[in-house]
């Protein structure tokens, strides 16, 4: 297929789907009536959708950011005068606060 016929070719589907859109048909409704393939016709839709986007819409291959979430602690602290703290006390580890008080002691 020359670039002509391409051409011609994405004209008569614009034709086709501005014609389906005025229709109110689904676009395999439209096709029986029209005696269309309905896998053409859906593949020139997306061609044609595609190609009408803005090209800052545009996906492409490539990096996206990753932004890490900010852990927020869980359980309790405990704030020592001398500016120590222990986080994260939770019901399965008071035996190692305990004993870590202990030792502090």
């Not at 020359?2 to 409704?29: C, N, P, R, Y």
């Not at 996206?64 to 005068?81: C, E, K």
Request: proline share 5%; glycine share 10%; net charge neutral.
């Amino acid at each position: 297929m020359d670039m002509s016929d391409a051409t011609e070719g994405a004209s008569f589907w614009q034709l086709h789907i501005a014609a389906w859109q005025q229709s109110g048909l689904t676009q395999k409704a439209y096709c029986e009536h029209q005696e269309l393939r309905y896998s053409t016709f859906g593949y020139w839709v997306r061609k044609l959708r595609r190609a009408a986007e803005p090209a800052t819409e545009k996906k492409g291959a490539g990096f996206v950011p990753v932004i890490p979430a900010t852990v927020q602690p869980t359980g309790l602290t405990l704030s020592l005068p001398n500016g120590l703290e222990i986080r994260g006390i939770e019901a399965n580890n008071l035996g190692l606060v305990r004993d870590l008080l202990g030792m502090l002691a």
